[in-house]
């Protein structure tokens, strides 16, 4: 079955840096598009970033744009997110995700889309 899990997560201070890993198994990695979600507490579930399946192609909702990256190693079945410049309203658990759909484009990566969800990973970022 495809499992995702996530890592990375932790504690830091605002301005400061973390990388997010997620390695997946049980799905054709490398023919898939993938993304990272977060939920912040009363909140709901959020699309954060997205990467076609070759990592040519990436897609960030507008409140990380400029600070998170997204990257993908085919090799090793596993997908990053690196976030930079951390502001204390990105406080959340963060998913890695996958479609249901292996065909599914960076354009249509979403929570209703989402086919497989990690466990998640909690990022706090402290004032």
């Known amino acids: 079955q495809v499992q995702l899990v996530e890592s990375g997560g932790g504690l830091v201070q605002a301005g400061g840096s973390l990388r997010l890993s997620c390695a997946a198994s049980g799905l054709t990695f490398s023919t898939y598009t993938m993304g990272w979600f977060r939920q912040a507490p009363g909140k709901e579930r959020e699309f954060v970033a997205t990467i076609n399946w070759n990592g040519g192609s990436t897609r960030y909702a507008d409140s990380v744009k400029g600070r998170f990256t997204i990257s993908r190693d085919n090799a090793k079945n596993t997908v990053y997110l690196q976030m930079n410049s951390l502001k204390p309203e990105d406080t959340a658990v963060y998913y890695c995700?996958?479609?249901?759909?292996?065909?599914?484009?960076?354009?249509?990566?979403?929570?209703?889309?989402?086919?497989?969800w990690g466990q998640g990973t909690q990022v706090t970022v402290s004032s």
């Open positions: 995700a996958a479609p249901g759909n292996r065909f599914t484009t960076i354009q249509f990566m979403g929570v209703p889309n989402v086919g497989y």
